[in-house]
């Protein structure tokens, strides 16, 4: 079974960055699997933040960005805020089918 | 601006099936893109479901395919999702979004404010 693995947990302090990372079991992760980064707040719906691997839609603030990084999708916050505070999935897309990641959960703090 | 609306029952019996509709404002799902259902279990993950082009072209969760179905009926500007035998494992918010793919990229644009759906007797 395709398992797609992501940090459980990450702490930053306000102002600084952090790097979150989705691992794909059976293999590096490229831009074939056109990643997306999504933002979920307890209550909350997940809000989409970075698709193909690094665009942003129009409303995703600049200080997030994605790339790939040693054979991973990865999701950069920079600057952090303390309304960054959330968990974040990644979701790739291979052969038809979507996986989503296990979640991580950032605590700024 | 698009906007999805998810409703259907919020309680199932075990070995029942599950029905939800997703309804599109906004956007005519005949226009095109895929139109997919996302799950997420009290305290858990997200997972993928499936999604449905509205031309028919369906793609699903491996884990399970043998017991959901997608179906779009565009003169209602709907999608539905149906999840057949369900047990506790599938109480869950069921959430719908539009799916888009393109040539060099894919992504899940708009999304629903979800549904709880807690499969019990």
């Known amino acids: 079974q395709t398992v797609v693995t992501q940090e459980p947990s990450l702490t930053v302090s306000p102002g600084g960055t952090v790097t979150l990372t989705c691992a794909f079991s059976?293999?590096?992760?490229?831009?074939?699997?056109?990643p997306n980064w999504f933002q979920q707040k307890p209550g909350q719906a997940p809000r989409p933040l970075i698709y193909?691997?690094?665009k942003k839609h129009s409303w995703t603030p600049a200080r997030f960005s994605g790339s790939l990084l040693g054979g991973k999708a990865a999701l950069t916050l920079s600057r952090v805020q303390p309304e960054d505070e959330a968990e974040y999935y990644c979701?790739?897309?291979?052969?038809?089918?979507?996986?989503f990641g296990t979640g991580t959960k950032v605590t700024v703090l | 601006q698009v906007q999805l609306q998810e409703s259907g029952p919020g309680l199932v019996k075990p070995s029942e099936t599950l029905s939800l509709t997703c309804t599109v404002s906004?956007?005519?799902?005949?226009?095109?893109?895929?139109w997919g259902w996302i799950r997420q279990p009290p305290g858990k993950g997200l997972e993928w479901i499936g999604s449905?082009?509205?031309?028919?072209?369906?793609y699903y969760n491996p884990s399970l395919r043998s017991r959901v179905a997608i179906s779009v009926d565009t003169s209602k500007n709907q999608f539905s999702l149906t999840l057949s035998s369900v047990t506790a494992a599938d109480t869950a918010m069921y959430y719908c979004?539009?799916?888009?793919?393109?040539?060099?990229?894919?992504?899940?644009?708009?999304w629903g404010k979800g549904t709880t759906v807690t499969v019990s007797s």
């Open positions: 979004a539009r799916d888009v793919p393109g040539m060099d990229y894919y992504y899940m644009d708009v």
């Open positions: 906004g956007y005519a799902i005949s226009s095109g893109y895929y």
């Open positions: 449905m082009h509205h031309r028919g072209e369906t």
């Open positions: 059976t293999g590096s992760v490229t831009s074939s699997f056109y």
């Open positions: 193909s691997t690094s």
């Open positions: 979701l790739l897309y291979y052969g038809g089918t979507r996986v």
